[in-house]
């Protein structure tokens, strides 16, 4: 619509304000329900209860085996499916509006080593401006982002032309289930917003992150005559060397507007490896699970023919590993890139509901880390953007936090978005 004033978004502002409270509150209340991917069931009892108590149309659902099973390449395998309801309420406009999806991922990673942390990963507790615990910005705060600024439209009496669905999803941090199967049971809007840790920039485009395993054989021997045995070890280190050098090839000759400016636009990173049972022995085989990043604009299955062939192409030139190949295994959910045109009308929409908040046109971006928002593009051929409070650097780490005023500020823009994309009833 584009016919919100300045005068409006500042009505928006002090309401938003006003529920400050309210949203600590929320960010606590389902922070302090831990939901590692996979168990999630207990936070959507908090979810569902919240969509209720505003007065949503709830709708909840567990995805099942035989609808994600032509999607596993992009979610993959699932350890179970049982108690991991999706939960998505809709709030019906009075119609003639453009509808939105607004989506956010109720799951976490595990806290890890209790003992670096300097608070308790489920307390929420609050230290000056930042509010502490695992999922506090990644992406907890974002769901609460949404509930908020609906709150506020409503204190100031505000009915929204256009259908708004909120749908807090199970299932992200290992692929994406809940957001899949929220686009298989037919969820749809004329935009979809995440509301993923992105420090108030509008992410238009997301990397592709992809997850192998390689197991390189070896040949034990005891140490004492280990020139016998044949080191998984050292025939993994050339295969190693060669990744490395994918690396910088790939970012020297790749190219993007929204990553050209990154130190390392596309990295592989080997984060397992396991070799060996016993110091006196030759380590018989070697595995390593490694992720490789892509930009948009890649393929997938054209990238993982090249990375085959680059542990081939060491492989064959080894006496060893010639004889007995390393075995490679594509496993996980695999994150495809994904990207938007900076300037489809929910990104312009975006940009003025930050700037009427702000005072100041937000950065546009591209995010380096996989996320829900190619399976909205891809398989809900719906455009999808991402934008909110709290930044991707501290998700995963201890003392996971979000900054309060930061989420208050994202939670005016999304309220001033509500009522510029979906439009204002007389």
Request: net charge negative; glycine share 10%; aromatic share 6%.
């Amino acid at each position: 619509m584009g016919d919100l004033d300045t005068g409006i978004a500042r009505e928006i502002g002090r309401a938003v304000e006003a529920r400050r409270e309210d949203a600590v509150r929320l960010l606590q209340d389902l922070v302090g329900v831990p939901s590692v991917t996979g168990e999630e069931g207990a936070v959507q009892e908090v979810v569902e209860r919240a969509f209720l108590e505003r007065g949503f149309e709830v709708d909840r659902w567990e995805a099942t085996p035989g609808e994600i099973s032509p999607y596993l390449d992009h979610v993959g395998e699932q350890e179970t499916y049982e108690n991991r309801p999706n939960v998505a309420g809709v709030r019906t406009g009075t119609g003639g509006g453009r509808s939105v999806l607004l989506n956010a991922h109720v799951d976490t990673v595990e806290p890890g080593d209790p003992l670096a942390w300097t608070h308790d990963p489920h307390a929420g507790e609050i230290e000056g401006d930042l509010l502490y615990g695992r999922g506090s910005c990644d992406m907890k705060g974002g769901l609460v982002t949404y509930l908020i600024a609906l709150d506020a439209l409503s204190d100031l009496g505000v009915e929204l032309r256009g259908d708004v669905t909120v749908a807090a999803t199970v299932g992200e941090e290992s692929g994406g289930l809940g957001a899949l199967s929220t686009v298989l049971r037919g969820y749809r809007a004329d935009a979809t917003l995440i509301t993923e840790p992105t420090r108030l920039a509008l992410v238009v485009a997301q990397g592709g992150s992809l997850v192998f395993r390689l197991t390189v054989p070896g040949r034990s021997a005891h140490a004492a005559v280990r020139d016998e045995g044949v080191s998984a070890l050292e025939k993994f280190v050339p295969i190693f060397e060669d990744l490395r050098a994918l690396e910088r090839e790939r970012n020297a000759t790749l190219a993007h507007p929204l990553y050209d400016e990154l130190f390392n636009k596309v990295p592989i990173n080997v984060g397992v490896v396991r070799a060996g049972n016993w110091a006196s022995t030759v380590p018989e085989s070697l595995v390593a699970e490694v992720r490789v990043g892509l930009i948009p604009g890649e393929e997938v299955e054209p990238f993982r023919d090249l990375v085959a062939e680059r542990i081939a192409s060491v492989a064959n030139q080894d006496p060893w590993l010639r004889d007995h190949p390393p075995k490679l295994e594509w496993f996980g959910g695999q994150f495809a890139p994904a990207e938007v045109p900076p300037d489809v009308p929910i990104c312009e929409a975006i940009k003025r509901a930050h700037e009427l908040t702000t005072g100041e046109k937000p950065a546009v971006e591209g995010a380096p880390y996989g996320a829900d928002m190619r399976l909205f593009i891809r398989f809900g051929e719906m455009p999808c953007v991402m934008y909110g409070a709290g930044d991707v650097r501290v998700a995963h780490a201890p003392d996971e936090h979000v900054s309060i005023m930061e989420l208050m500020t994202a939670t005016k823009t999304v309220a001033c978005l509500l009522a510029d994309w979906c439009g204002v009833a007389e």
